[in-house]
């Protein structure tokens, strides 16, 4: 899969904001990276199943899920290879991993298919 490092999360109360970066970079598997079809954030809390947060295409549309509506925001740089997360209004119960994905990238060695990122905590305290 191509790489991808997530950065940004952290500790926060409640009402804070933060803001997440997704970068891709090349991989042995991948070699240089042309282009990437979607980009998303998912996430996940304990003992529950992972869940998308919101997700954009290369030309910038973009899909929230409901929980987030309003409060965050998806954008990207195809330039850089890299999506963001603005996280506004922060809540409790957004305490999660939240993950990077990338749907589709063209490389040099051909497409790569759902790449993800390791990870980034976000914890919201009360």
């Known amino acids: 899969q191509v790489q991808l490092v997530e950065s940004g999360g952290g500790l926060v109360q409640a009402g804070g904001s933060l803001r997440l970066s997704c970068a891709a970079s090349?991989?042995?598997?991948?070699?240089?990276?042309?282009?990437?079809?979607?980009m998303g954030w998912y996430r996940q809390a304990p003992g529950k199943q992972r869940e998308l947060v919101a997700d954009?295409?290369?030309?910038?549309?973009?899909n929230y899920a409901d929980f987030v509506k309003g409060r965050f925001t998806i954008s990207r740089d195809n330039a850089k290879n890299t999506v963001y997360l603005q996280m506004n209004s922060l809540k409790p119960e957004d305490t999660a991993v939240y993950y990077c994905?990338?749907?589709?990238?063209?490389?040099?060695?051909?497409?790569?298919?759902?790449?993800w990122g390791q990870g980034t905590q976000v914890t919201v305290s009360s």
């Open positions: 954009i295409t290369s030309g910038g549309d973009t």
């Open positions: 090349r991989s042995a598997a991948s070699g240089s990276i042309y282009s990437i079809g979607a």
């Open positions: 994905n990338a749907d589709r990238a063209a490389t040099q060695r051909g497409p790569i298919f759902d790449s």
